[in-house]
């Protein structure tokens, strides 16, 4: 009995493309009904639920009767735009059938990483799963450029999961769950039921460096897991064509592999700066002040860091290393990169000396700060 998929009170359910479109061969409607009715009895149990749905591409190359990939971003954008219109229909006549409603809603990076936007997302998210309607999203494909893709929608799910501040993030894929090694590969593979998000021997199980575990698929999950459970949500991988898959898990019973957050939920603040996968720029620190952040959860002081890099402004995301480049932390920074450059090795009360003016006697305070 898993008593924290079984008591979860709100899902974010993740369907891959190769699941939903029968591995390319245009949307599987067969099985995005029998999703749907398991989302719909998950609804009446009083679960709620968003769903990360991909697809819009494969759907789209199916409905323009093309075979192959196209690798120009025009073409895949295209195809995306005449996809996402099947994709939404399909799942909104699906959930129609037992009288409920979708909203679409389309994300790119900027979405989640802009303070302002992100918290407008999470108010209309909350608002329509409030209003008992189901939210279908997939990446803003038509307009998002190469820099800041998701690139997979399990990053997004992860993200989303986050937004929302989900108990369970439920990832459909291909196979049973994640294996010790890559099934395809090594055929004794044994499936892995539970584990801790963060335990590193995972690193080598989804991929690592190897390059010997085919596309890497269970990387971006396993990346997704540690996400999620940066807000304190639990992750399950699981096989999106066993049978009845989302009525099993809620009846308790142990499929697929449970990942698990290693601390509870961090301030909503603090969820934000997890998924702000964007930085502006790195601030290399002393020993003393890695210690004091790492062990002493202290805020970073100006006088602990020894060099900055980049063109960050004031309030933009910034890396923080450890003389030996490793990354502890990333944080807000108070300063822009140029005043930054100015007070660095100094006490705090040489601040308003050196730059005419004080904002803060942090450089990033250490409720901005979130270490990794
Ligand atoms: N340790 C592992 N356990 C299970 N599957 C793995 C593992 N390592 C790599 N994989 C591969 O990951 C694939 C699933 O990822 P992906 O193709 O990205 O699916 P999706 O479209 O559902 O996101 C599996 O088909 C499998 O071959
Ligand atoms: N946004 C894209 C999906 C991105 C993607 O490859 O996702 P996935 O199949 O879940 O790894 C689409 O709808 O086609």
């Known amino acids: 009995m898993r008593s924290k998929v079984t008591g979860a009170q709100r899902w974010v359910v993740k369907i891959g493309s190769a699941?939903?479109?029968?591995?390319?061969?245009g949307l599987d409607r067969a099985a995005m009904g029998v999703w749907v009715e398991q989302m719909v009895a998950l609804h009446e149990a009083g679960v709620e639920l968003v769903l990360v749905s991909s697809g819009a591409v494969a759907a789209g190359m199916s409905r323009l009767g093309w075979t192959v990939r196209p690798s120009a971003m025009h073409e895949l954008q295209a195809a995306?735009?005449?996809?996402?219109?099947?994709?939404?229909q399909a799942w909104e006549s699906s959930f129609a059938e037992h009288s409920r409603h979708t909203a679409q809603i389309l994300l790119t990076h900027d979405d989640l990483s802009d303070r302002k936007r992100y918290l407008n997302a999470r108010s209309t998210l909350r608002a329509l799963v409030e209003l008992g309607v189901i939210p279908v999203i997939n990446e803003n494909d038509t307009v998002v450029t190469d820099e800041i893709r998701f690139g997979d929608n399990d990053t997004l799910a992860a993200l989303v999961a986050n937004l929302v501040?989900?108990?369970?993030?439920?990832?459909?894929t291909d196979r049973d769950g994640m294996f010790d090694a890559d099934p395809r590969n090594n055929p004794d593979a044994k499936m892995i039921y539970e584990?801790?998000?963060?335990?590193?021997?995972?690193?080598?199980?989804?991929?690592?460096?190897?390059?010997?575990?085919?596309?890497?698929?269970?990387?971006?999950?396993?990346r997704a897991a540690r996400l999620a459970a940066r807000s304190g949500?639990?992750?399950?991988?699981?096989?999106g064509r066993l049978e009845r898959v989302l009525d099993r898990l809620k009846a308790g019973e142990r499929l697929g592999t449970l990942l698990s957050p290693e601390r509870g939920l961090l301030a909503a603040r603090k969820q934000w700066l997890a998924g702000?996968?964007?930085?502006?720029?790195?601030?290399?620190?002393?020993?003393?002040?890695?210690?004091?952040?790492?062990?002493?959860?202290?805020?970073?002081?100006?006088?602990?860091?020894?060099?900055?890099?980049?063109?960050?402004?004031?309030?933009?995301?910034?890396?923080?290393?450890?003389?030996d480049g490793r990354e502890v932390a990333?944080?807000?920074?108070?300063?822009?990169a140029a005043e930054a450059q100015k007070i660095i090795g100094q006490s705090s009360d040489a601040i308003?000396?050196?730059?005419?003016?004080?904002?803060?006697?942090?450089?990033v305070h250490r409720d901005n700060l979130i270490l990794v």
């Open 19 to 25: 699941l939903l479109t029968a591995d390319g061969k």
């Open 80 to 88: 995306a735009a005449i996809g996402q219109m099947g994709l939404v």
């Open 165 to 172: 501040e989900a108990d369970l993030l439920v990832i459909l």
């Open 195 to 222: 584990a801790r998000a963060d335990d590193p021997a995972l690193d080598a199980v989804a991929g690592g460096t190897g390059g010997a575990l085919g596309r890497g698929g269970m990387q971006t999950k396993l």
């Open 233 to 239: 949500a639990h992750t399950i991988i699981v096989g």
């Open 276 to 323: 702000h996968l964007q930085t502006r720029g790195t601030l290399v620190l002393d020993e003393g002040a890695v210690a004091a952040l790492s062990q002493g959860h202290k805020s970073l002081l100006p006088v602990g860091v020894k060099a900055v890099q980049g063109g960050f402004r004031r309030g933009e995301m910034v890396v923080c290393v450890a003389p």
């Open 330 to 336: 990333r944080g807000l920074a108070n300063y822009s």
């Open 352 to 363: 308003v000396s050196v730059l005419g003016y004080m904002a803060e006697p942090e450089l």
